[in-house]
């Protein structure tokens, strides 16, 4: 944790007043030999700072005038937390010299202002920090920060006999005769200063002012943006009951009763944040019933397009009722013009017309529909209805145990366990029984790494190596069906195969060797640095070098984002890809499979199949439920991806180490984007895998893509209603976090499926043209 001091009263406010000193960015090295140079530089340099002040007269002027701040940044302990932990003997070394230094800095202010008594000393922290290293997330580890504070006008530590807190803080640091305060952001602390009762009930009065303005402000806002008749105001806080609290926390100080004085302005404040509250969330039922509107409207029209495209539903309805009201546009046309004049009245923010006038032009394509939702209805009448409610049932099961894996990482293990049975209740268990059992295994495999802890907790440079071997061997299977398949020992198919081998030796060698520096406290070395990058930047290039036929292209992917993935690893992670690739190609064959017993025709082998750059349009064929289930299970393996080896939704399950292959200077951007990568890997992967998919079945990727976001909506309309504004920090953030990933999956799916288009497609040739292909 970055820790500060914070001294001498305020900051003056104009004039040349302010003086900083700093490292270069580039000190800040995860891989350094000791970090603890960081706060030794900030200590030194203060001690030097206050030594030439007495040397020189205009600064030592300005030190001696009133409202003076020291501000101390001591990074070393942060630094030391990330790369080292905070249980490893590096950071217990960094506090106990932070404890020395501290006391030595203490001494050297006193002596400089002659022991006046006037300073006062803030020792705090702006995080925490979990076991394994990282912050970000709601965890106490990461929240709750120390504040330690004395020197002039700081109440000295006081005994007690007892004191009750949720937390075991207190017995864990041996502090449980000595009371514990603790402090709500915007709130004073009085009973921590050592000041008069008088102070204190001003400072309290003063408090209660400044957060009741705050109130009032926002209060008439409300009401100036809303219509007199339709304004419902905070009736806890009436105008008459501010002026009666303000003037009775008045009287009490005037008569010398300052406890009294202080509990009502402590009540005062309490109204007030609770009457902020309640008009920031003044619209919230109105705007979430527009936004309720808007998911459910574009989640039918979707359906409608989809059931449009492939189903002839309007057969036998007349002409008359094929064709729309003319009445229905003038109708949707004059409720926005209503609307828009309501908000219009009310000056409220572009925003607002946005949540309610988006929903309109939605649900008059709806109801555009009508003869084909008539015919959908038709169709589902003829449906048995337990047949009917037992899909329902099942499709709802489904998105729930994908709602709650947001929660719950084990429920992806239940999901996963529960695909491997598919087989077992289909034909396919007695049509392509290796196939079947391939799936089963594969499926358990991949479920047990929702129940290992969240990656970075517990690094294991082996099992990085281990997923490099296991790769290396798959591969050795792979080059010996390319040297069968092809007449010449030596062509392009094996040497690219090869290099690519290669590039995993690389990525293992420079991945222990790297470990092994750092270890020693050599730093990072140059070589391994070069070699990182080089890999990097050829995965995204040797796939385009393969063949275009199915298997050997998305072999080739999945090598090349292993190499870079083994460099970005730091544990079990690594074999997560190569046991979700294994999934993902046996996923193909059982969809293969499963074609011999649908009505499609046609079936053509794996082997041969070849990605084109343009699917035929007219080989796409009618909707079945198989494709409802293509499209669940695309959802499922992506939210696999989000959550299979952490949580990617929380900041602290990023861990900096995974990047040193790359660099152990801190560089945010450069590490933001390397760790980008690392989790964009999984979901390349799997979209990779689902456009062969798509292109086996032969169904149209836009009805496919429309499924997957019918499926994300629902879900998302789900996590709308979980958001929360109160809580814990871990609970409101977990809550948004989880809707905006929701939210964000079809602009994702979008980016994921052009560059799986890219890399599955896409040719490139070292020597010539690329070769034609037929498909």
């Not at 912050?135 to 990461?142: F, R």
Request: hydrophobic letters at 50%.
């Amino acid at each position: 944790m970055k820790m500060g001091i914070l001294g001498r009263h305020f900051l003056g406010d104009s004039g040349n007043h302010i003086f900083t000193d700093s490292y270069d960015a580039s000190s800040e090295d995860f891989g350094a030999h000791d970090v603890t140079k960081l706060d030794t530089w900030v200590f030194d340099h203060v001690k030097e700072f206050f030594h030439a002040a007495r040397n020189n007269q205009s600064l030592l002027s300005k030190l001696n005038g009133d409202r003076i701040v020291f501000f101390l940044h001591l990074l070393g302990i942060d630094t030391n937390g990330h790369a080292h932990r905070p249980t490893s003997r590096e950071y217990s070394d960094n506090i106990k010299l932070v404890d020395k230094e501290l006391k030595e800095i203490e001494a050297t202010v006193k002596d400089f202002y002659g022991n006046d008594g006037k300073t006062a000393f803030v020792f705090t922290a702006d995080h925490g920090m979990t076991d394994w290293g990282s912050h970000g997330a709601g965890h106490p580890l990461e929240t709750c920060t120390p504040f330690i504070a004395w020197g002039a006008g700081i109440r000295l530590p006081q005994k007690v006999s007892a004191q009750n807190f949720d937390d075991s803080y207190l017995q864990e640091w041996k502090l449980e005769n000595w009371k514990r305060q603790d402090i709500n952001q915007g709130i004073i602390p009085v009973d921590m200063l050592n000041t008069s009762d008088l102070f204190k009930a001003e400072s309290m009065f003063t408090n209660a002012v400044q957060i009741l303005e705050q109130f009032k402000v926002k209060m008439t806002q409300k009401k100036e943006a809303t219509l007199s008749f339709l304004f419902t105001p905070f009736k806890s806080l009436s105008d008459t009951k501010q002026a009666n609290i303000l003037r009775k926390a008045r009287y009490y100080i005037k008569q010398k009763k300052y406890d009294e004085a202080v509990s009502l302005c402590r009540e005062l404040i309490d109204l007030a944040l609770r009457g902020l509250a309640y008009y920031h969330t003044y619209d919230r039922l109105f705007l979430a019933s527009n936004v309720v509107l808007g998911f459910v409207g574009w989640i039918s029209y979707a359906s409608l397009l989809i059931i449009k495209s492939h189903c002839n539903l309007t057969r036998g309805v007349s002409t008359k009722a094929k064709n729309p009201s003319r009445l229905l546009p003038y109708t949707f046309v004059a409720i926005g013009l209503f609307v828009a004049l309501l908000l219009l009245i009310q000056a409220c923010p572009w925003t607002y017309y946005v949540y309610c006038l988006l929903p309109l032009p939605i649900w008059y394509a709806v109801l555009r529909e009508i003869p084909v939702i008539q015919g959908f209805v038709t169709v589902l009448l003829t449906f048995r209805p337990w047949c009917f409610l037992g899909y329902l049932l099942l499709f709802i099961l489904g998105v729930e145990v994908l709602v709650l894996s947001f929660f719950y990482r084990y429920m992806l293990t239940a999901g996963l366990v529960a695909f491997a049975a598919w087989p077992l209740i289909t034909p396919l268990w007695t049509r392509a029984k290796r196939t079947s059992l391939s799936w089963i295994l594969f499926c358990f495999l991949l479920a047990v790494f929702p129940l290992l802890p969240v990656v970075g907790r517990e690094p294991d440079i082996f099992l990085v190596v281990g997923a490099g071997l296991l790769v290396l061997l798959l591969s050795l299977f792979v080059v010996t069906s390319v040297i069968k398949r092809n007449d010449s020992f030596i062509n392009e198919e094996l040497v690219l195969h090869l290099l690519q081998m290669l590039s995993i030796v690389l990525s293992v060698c420079v991945v222990y060797g790297t470990h092994k520096s750092l270890l020693e406290k050599q730093g990072l070395p140059l070589l391994n640095q070069i070699v990182s990058w080089t890999i990097l930047a050829s995965s995204f290039v040797t796939p385009l070098l393969s063949p275009p036929v199915l298997f050997d292209r998305l072999f080739s992917i999945l090598l090349a984002s292993m190499s870079t993935y083994l460099l970005l690893s730091t544990g079990y992670e690594a074999l997560f890809p190569l046991v979700l690739s294994c999934l993902m190609f046996v996923w193909i064959h059982m969809e293969q499979e499963t074609l011999q017993q649908s009505v499609v025709s046609c079936k053509q082998k794996v082997s041969t199949i070849q990605f084109a750059c343009n699917t035929d349009v007219t080989q796409c064929r009618d909707l079945y439920l198989d494709d409802i289930r293509r499209a669940f299970f695309l959802v499922f393996f992506l939210v696999t991806a989000f959550f299979g080896t952490g949580n990617i939704a929380s900041v602290n399950s990023f861990d900096p180490s995974s990047v040193y292959c790359f660099l152990t200077v801190f560089s945010p951007f450069k590490m933001g984007a390397l760790i980008m990568w690392k989790i964009l890997i999984p979901f390349v992967l799997v979209m990779c895998a689902f456009e062969a998919v798509q292109l086996t079945t032969q169904l149209s990727s836009k009805s496919l893509f429309l499924m997957v976001i019918n499926i994300s909506d629902i879900m998302a309309l789900h996590f709308f209603f979980l958001i929360k504004d109160y809580g814990s920090w871990l609970d409101i953030g977990t809550s948004i976090s989880h809707y905006v990933i929701v939210m964000s999956m079809t602009i994702f799916m979008v980016f994921l499926n052009c560059l799986a288009q890219m890399l599955t497609t896409k040719k490139l040739s070292l020597c010539g043209r690329p070769k034609s292909h037929i498909t």
